[in-house]
T-cell receptor
């Protein structure tokens, strides 16, 4: 079974600075997908960024980028120019290829952006 | 277009009762997945339905069941409620292909069992 670990339960960052959230996973699969989801106080899970394991290039979405290290099974999220609206829980998630839409989530990192 | 809609948003039930939660997916989406979110166990996958058939199932007791209708709307049922079933229940919909199709989440149903 796949496992996803987020080792930082809580983090804080000053507005406009950069922060990196860590995620490691364990799988014997070679083809899979990784995601970062954001859950603000409204509880709505919002997809931040996704990475296909077969792609060597790290995904980027505006201020959000990932550092995907397949051999190390590491998938960190970097948030640049942090904004107050980035305050939320962040979940790393894993999905096998050809496994429907069954996501395995990490325990989450609570991020606080301070003014 | 309308997002994923979960009803009700909040629910209070008594131990031993049963409860039914509803999820209406985004139009055109054929896959609906359910997750339980608790402070202690985090986000755990319950089951996924695709074209009215259960495609994947998580490690939950048989008291948790679900179904999907021909219009892709899904319901999950929990029978003989226990205090530990208190949680936020999230559903997610997607087009349903087995490759990378983005899952869109609803706002959840907060179930409290007393």
């Amino acid at each position: 079974a796949q496992t996803v670990t987020q080792s930082q339960p809580e983090m804080s960052v000053q507005e406009a600075e950069t922060v990196t959230l860590s995620c490691t996973y364990d799988t014997s699969e070679s083809n899979y997908y990784l995601f970062w989801y954001k859950q603000p106080p409204s509880r709505q899970m919002i997809l931040v960024i996704r990475q296909e394991a077969y792609k060597q290039q790290n995904a980027t979405e505006n201020r959000f980028s990932v550092n995907f290290q397949k051999a190390a099974k590491s998938f960190s999220l970097k948030i640049s120019d942090s904004q107050l609206g980035d305050t939320a829980m962040y979940f790393c998630a894993f999905k096998e290829n050809n496994a429907g839409n069954m996501l395995t989530f990490g325990g989450g990192t609570r991020l606080m952006v301070k003014p | 277009k309308a997002g994923v809609t979960q009803t009700p948003r909040y629910l209070i039930k008594t131990r031993g009762q049963q409860v039914t939660l509803s999820c209406s997916p985004i139009s055109g989406h054929r896959s609906v997945s359910w997750y339980q979110q608790t402070p202690g166990q985090g986000l755990q996958f319950l089951f996924e339905y695709f074209s009215e058939t259960q495609r994947n199932k998580g490690n939950f007791p048989g008291r948790f069941s679900g179904r999907q209708f021909s219009n892709s709307r899904s319901e999950m049922n929990v029978s003989t409620l226990e205090l530990g079933d208190s949680a936020l229940y999230l559903c997610a919909s997607s087009f349903g292909g087995t490759t990378n199709t983005e899952a869109f989440f609803g706002q959840g149903t907060r179930l409290t069992v007393v």
